[in-house]
């Protein structure tokens, strides 16, 4: 996957991002942010390709700045952080995405 589209994804995240901040947060809810901290880490694989350490850097850069939280890139996840997972998966089109929401996590697949 080219930078181009893991760009599109990593865009396409933020407003998502900025939409679940809006909303506000009940108890056990995701909170990827608050009070100007970021509440959650974005954990990708160990073996990075160019277009995933470029989108996680993006992604990473935008919710900074969404926020003024400092978002981390890490390689697994972080005792009492939401988690943002980076991953590729076979979605059947190199330019198609999907975002998965759970209680403590929210995962992105792009397609490769």
């Known amino acids: 996957?080219?930078?181009?589209?893991?760009?599109?994804?990593?865009?396409?995240?933020s407003f998502?991002?900025?939409s679940a901040m809006v909303v506000a947060a009940k108890p056990k809810d995701l909170v990827l942010a608050q009070d100007n901290m970021a509440r959650a880490v974005i954990v990708v694989p160990e073996e990075l390709d160019h277009g995933m350490k470029y989108a996680s850097k993006e992604l990473?850069?935008?919710?900074?700045?969404?926020?003024?939280?400092?978002?981390?890139?890490?390689?697994?996840?972080?005792?009492?952080l939401a988690t943002i997972r980076l991953k590729y998966d076979d979605?059947?089109?190199?330019?198609?995405?999907?975002?998965?929401?759970g209680k403590k996590e929210l995962t992105i697949i792009g397609g490769g």
């Not at 996957?1 to 995240?13: D, G, P, R």
């Not at 919710?63 to 400092?70: F, I, V, Y």
């Not at 190199?94 to 975002?99: G, K, L, P, Q, T």
Request: hydrophobic fraction near 50%; charge should be neutral.
């Open 1 to 13: 996957m080219n930078c181009i589209i893991f760009s599109k994804l990593v865009v396409a995240l």
């Open 16 to 18: 998502v991002a900025a």
């Open 60 to 80: 990473a850069d935008y919710l900074n700045k969404m926020t003024q939280g400092r978002f981390m890139v890490n390689d697994e996840k972080v005792s009492g």
């Open 91 to 101: 979605l059947g089109n190199d330019e198609a995405f999907s975002i998965k929401v």
